[in-house]
């Protein structure tokens, strides 16, 4: 457990027992302060907004621009001992009950696949702070103190960990306000700003506890009571880290089916969470990282989460965080400012630049990114925020240096923090960059690589489904990040405003009974049933639906801001219960084909059947699928599986891409996988001596033989690779129909009712012609789905299992100049 060292000051009690009105007086200016503050970076933030800049760069210069108003001096009889014991209590407060919710809001899957690069740049940047800093220690004393160090040992070691130590508050809010933390990269310069702060609490616990040591290594019975508070703490704080999930979970079950819990429980998990911070603080340690564990230690699914971030997001972001950052320049004494101050404060920022800058390009080379990338991070982890972690007083009583140090360290930490947004601002712009240009298909995705997924729904009806997809492309959801779920549902008619029977959306019936869940709650116990169930995160977002082409731009854009790879959304044909396939609403039409117009990435609509008579529906999670389905034979070997799915490739990159697709669900143990090949009858030969030839040129290297690479050798040399990785292997069988006539075709396709539980297969649009020619009537009436897919979706038959079709995303390249 890391010791604190007078982060919270406390006023001496006689001041409040001589001026009985000092602590309303005070509490009156930081309220005053706190309103100007907040009016004034909203303002500056209008105009820095526009260049991507966080908002806490503007909450820092309004707290710049108010402290320099005088209004600390407005009320003449506060009486404090220095600048920190005003804000000391909030600016601790603050960083309670922050850091819980970044530790609510981590995503710890992503981050335990990411453990060692985190740990690498978290190291690098801390042992080249720690050398630089005890390098230039000896040269610091002169702009340091304005007396004869006591202890130079003590003025190195305090100054390698101002030096070191990163704000993870500041960071942590800068990435998640630019949204960085989607990104691998963004996860990354968070974690390594939090273990960073970490190894720097630690340290500075040592430090304090051999200085008291040495001063009272004669009296052992004033040493060993800060000993038993230690081993007190920890074992508190281990306590709480333990039991905080069997304890929300059991307030989960008596919550079970609502939005929020009782007031009564959201009240007692605030006052635990409040209160098993603070009872470190108040025996004398750090309660930061217990914050920290007892929110990644929270359960993430349940009304619990959700009514825990509902309580405290919004006063977290309108007013706490406003006035810590704030602070930071409040915290300035205008009256002592001099080029005494200002130019260690300036060269304590350039030390830890350039620490931080060795650091980060040493490790640029294990991590595998540019230099310049690995330098705008060190600006990054240069932040320093509040002086939090340092005990000046401590500082101050053993010589370490003066009161002017104390100024010093504070515009260092404001100039770090400043020039951090630019910075950040840069990483942003090169994250969005290299999404947009880069091919988000799965052809180019590697089944080891990390797939970041995006559902859409529009009710709670439709999401078993999507979910139950993206649960099966899910090998080790341990590693798999957080998935986010949109959910689209519509505000309550009015009972005059009604639509009729037929036209409404399902699940809107049972919102409208009598003590019938509304949409929203729904949606949250489908979530958090597989979310439960099958351990990965799915992050639910509700938004209201506001028509069509509104909801496919929403989608569209925070599928982008999520940085996702695959889409997933229903299809617009929908199942009744004698079977039968239709459209129920245009709305639903008309929003998937806005999102296969504008979509940033790959995009797959599932054509669901949940009534199917033969085996399983993709309704329940896979974890429970075979209790309450009948398992399947897996068709290349022995084993049982709970589905078996099939592939249709007839050509070209949406052909291509439903293959993908579907090896990459038969890397799962309970998918079993067919991939069937349509040929025309007239041109099988050539098939079949291009398939010899790209599978020469594989195994020459491809570069050893002089093979002509035609539109057509695409397919071929995919489908090689398909083979050697997977058909060879008997994870997935190989199938080639030759047809000759469009009835061919439609024959087969009609034949797969009753065989497999999902059928995959390519949009269209790009797919050879002669294949093509005579399926047109099929694509009539603006089909989104091509003539394949409509075939399969409009199958009547109670045996015939979903269909999902796939759109691979194509990058717009512009042309050059002629």
Not at 497 to 509: F, I, K, S, W
Not at 672 to 685: A, E
Request: charged content about 20%; some cysteine; aromatic content about 6%.
């Amino acid at each position: 457990m890391a010791r604190s060292f007078n982060i919270c000051p406390q006023i001496d009690p006689l001041v409040t027992t001589r001026v009985p009105g000092v602590a309303l007086d005070m509490l009156f200016l930081v309220i005053i302060q706190a309103l100007a503050v907040i009016f004034l970076a909203k303002f500056i933030h209008l105009f820095l907004r526009r260049y991507n800049q966080p908002s806490a760069v503007s909450q820092i210069l309004a707290g710049v621009a108010v402290g320099g108003m005088g209004l600390r001096n407005a009320i003449l009889h506060v009486d404090v001992d220095d600048v920190e014991d005003m804000y000391g209590g909030y600016i601790c407060a603050a960083r309670v009950v922050y850091m819980f919710l970044v530790g609510l809001d981590l995503d710890l899957a992503a981050l335990r696949n990411a453990t060692r690069r985190c740990v690498a740049l978290a190291y690098a940047t801390v042992a080249a702070s720690l050398l630089v800093a005890a390098i230039v220690s000896t040269g610091m004393y002169g702009s340091m103190m304005h007396s004869p160090v006591k202890t130079p040992e003590l003025l190195a070691a305090t100054l390698m960990l101002a030096i070191t130590n990163t704000s993870s508050i500041t960071v942590a809010r800068v990435a998640d306000e630019l949204n960085l933390t989607v990104t691998e990269n963004g996860r990354l310069l968070v974690a390594a700003a939090i273990i960073t702060n970490l190894i720097c609490v630690v340290g500075d616990a040592v430090l304090s506890s051999t200085a008291l040591a040495k001063e009272k290594s004669q009296d052992l019975y004033h040493t060993s009571p800060q000993i038993k508070k230690g081993f007190l703490a920890l074992a508190v704080a281990g306590v709480a880290v333990w039991q905080v999930r069997p304890l929300v979970t059991r307030i989960n079950q008596r919550n079970v089916g609502q939005h929020h819990v009782r007031t009564r429980h959201l009240v007692a998990i605030l006052f635990g969470i409040w209160f098993i911070s603070n009872i470190q603080q108040l025996l004398g340690f750090d309660g930061m990282p217990t914050s920290l564990a007892l929110g990644m230690a929270f359960p993430r699914e349940g009304p619990a989460a959700r009514s825990v971030a509902d309580a405290l997001v919004p006063p977290v972001n309108g007013f706490v965080l406003p006035f810590y950052f704030a602070t930071i320049g409040m915290r300035l004494d205008y009256n002592s400012m001099s080029g005494a101050i200002i130019v260690p404060g300036l060269l304590l920022t350039l030390l830890g630049l350039v620490a931080k800058a060795i650091g980060a390009a040493s490790a640029s080379t294990y991590l595998n990114i540019p230099i310049s990338d690995a330098l705008r991070y060190s600006v990054l982890l240069n932040v320093k925020g509040h002086v939090d972690t340092m005990n000046m007083k401590f500082a101050k009583s053993e010589g370490v240096w003066a009161e002017q140090a104390l100024y010093a360290m504070i515009i260092g930490n404001l100039i770090s923090t400043v020039i951090a947004g630019p910075a950040a601002a840069a990483v942003l712009r090169r994250e969005k960059e290299e999404y947009r240009t880069r091919h988000q298909a799965m052809e180019s995705l590697g089944a080891e690589q990390e797939l970041r997924m995006f559902v859409c729904a529009h009710s709670a009806h439709a999401a078993p489904g999507v979910l139950s997809l993206a649960e099966l492309l899910v090998i080790t959801p341990q590693e798999q990040p957080a998935v986010p779920v949109l959910h689209f549902f519509e505000v309550p008619r009015d009972r005059s405003a009604r639509t009729p029977y037929h036209q409404q959306v399902r699940g809107d019936e049972a919102a409208e009974g009598k003590g019938g869940p509304d949409p929203v709650t729904q949606m949250n116990m489908v979530v958090d049933v597989f979310s439960k169930t099958t351990g990965i995160f799915f992050r639910q977002i509700d938004v209201v639906s506001l028509g069509a082409s509104r909801d496919a731009a929403v989608a569209c854009r925070c599928a982008e801001e999520a940085h996702a790879g695959l889409l997933l959304l229903p299809c617009y044909k929908e199942q009744r219960f004698d079977g039968k396939m239709a459209c129920r609403l245009d709305e639903r039409w008309k929003l998937n084909h806005d999102v296969l117009e504008r979509a940033p990435c790959t995009v797959g609509l599932l054509v669901d059947r949940p009534y199917r008579c033969s085996g399983t529906s993709f309704q329940t999670p896979i974890g429970i699928a075979p209790e309450t389905g009948r398992t399947l034979v897996h068709p290349c070997s022995d084993r049982t599986v709970t589905h078996v799915i099939a592939a249709v490739f007839l050509g070209g990159p949406d052909d291509r891409e439903a293959v993908s697709f579907a090896c990459r669900l038969a890397e799962h143990p309970s998918i079993g996988l067919t991939v069937f090949r349509f040929v025309k009858r007239s041109t099988y030969d050539t098939v079949t001596s291009s398939t010899s030839r790209a599978a020469a040129a594989e195994e020459a290297g491809g570069d050893k033989l002089d093979v002509p690479f035609q539109e057509g050798d695409v397919d071929e040399r995919f489908l090689w690779r398909f083979y050697e990785n997977y058909a060879s292997r008997e994870l997935a069988m190989y199938v080639e129909k030759v047809v000759e006539s469009p009835t061919d075709v439609v024959e087969t396709l009609e034949g797969m009712a009753g065989m497999f539980s999902l059928v995959v297969l390519g949009r269209g649009g790009r797919q050879p012609v002669e294949l093509m020619a005579g399926l047109e009537r099929w694509s009539e009436g603006g089909s989104e789905i091509g003539p394949v897919g409509e075939i399969l979706a409009s199958n009547e038959s109670l045996e015939m299992g979903s269909v999902l079709v796939m759109q691979q995303h194509t990058v717009a390249i512009p042309l050059p100049c002629q």
